[in-house]
């Protein structure tokens, strides 16, 4: 059962223009959200995250909105470059595993292409 | 450079032989994971280690896998007499927690396993 879904394994967009990535959760015990980008044959690379607490964080022309109570959240970039062409994975984590353990639950990941 | 590093980048072996694969996480994070990545998929986690101890290990890990963390410092994955379906991405990820409190990991480039 996939606790973190992300339904768009595809997204094509212009340079300059703004891209949307969407993420669904099911479990409602998730706190901490993050998104991560990834090229081929690398590890995935920390770009943004928010708290449970907040819902929204910016940071450059990257910003994230929470919706907790339709267990969604999004990331904005703005505006969009060649260099962000990549797959963006969405993550959660949970306060209530034993041993303070952290571990991610991730979504399938959305491929996003930005055209110059 | 002070990220995760992650040796070696890739290792094809045959299937039954044992690998070993090391992890340096940046220095002062005492939380270390392991997660594992298919094609097509987000990674999934398979252990847990705060400082020396491991506190998780997924189901995904059979009694083939085994990880330590000796030290609090680096970390090991070794696999015995593998198998075609152990080829993967093998990635380790390092943050710095403290108590439940959201942590954000931080990942090196990963190790590719390709058994023939």
């Known amino acids: 059962d996939q606790q973190v879904k992300q339904n768009s394994p595809s997204l094509s967009v212009q340079e300059g223009r703004i891209s949307i990535l969407n993420c669904d959760y099911t479990n409602s015990m998730f706190d901490y959200f993050l998104w991560y980008k990834k090229y081929p044959a690398e590890g995935p690379t920390f770009l943004i995250s928010?708290?449970?607490i907040k819902d929204k964080n910016e940071d450059g022309r990257f910003t994230v909105f929470l919706n907790k109570s339709a267990k969604h959240l999004s990331l904005h970039i703005v505006p969009s470059q060649p260099g962000d062409s990549a797959v963006y994975f969405c993550a959660a984590s949970s306060t209530y595993n034993a041993g303070n353990n952290r571990k991610l639950i991730w979504g399938l990941g959305t491929s996003l292409a930005v055209n110059p | 450079d002070t990220g995760v590093s992650q040796d070696p980048r890739h290792k094809i072996t045959k299937r039954g032989q044992n690998v070993t694969f090391r992890c340096d996480p940046i220095?002062?994070?005492?939380?270390l994971y392991w997660y594992r990545q298919t094609l097509g998929q987000g990674p999934e986690f398979l252990t847990y280690?705060?400082?020396?101890?491991?506190?998780?290990k997924s189901r995904l890990l059979s009694d083939r896998f085994s990880a330590e963390r000796p030290k609090g410092s680096f970390s090991t994955l070794e696999i015995q007499r593998t198998e075609q379906g152990d080829s993967a991405m093998y990635l380790c990820?390092?943050?710095?927690?403290?108590?439940?409190?959201?942590?954000?990991?931080?990942f090196g480039p990963g190790t590719r396993l390709t058994v023939l």
């Open positions: 990820a390092s943050s710095l927690g403290s108590g439940g409190a959201a942590d954000t990991q931080y």
């Open positions: 280690f705060q400082n020396e101890a491991q506190l998780e």
């Open positions: 928010i708290s449970s």
């Open positions: 220095s002062e994070h005492n939380r």
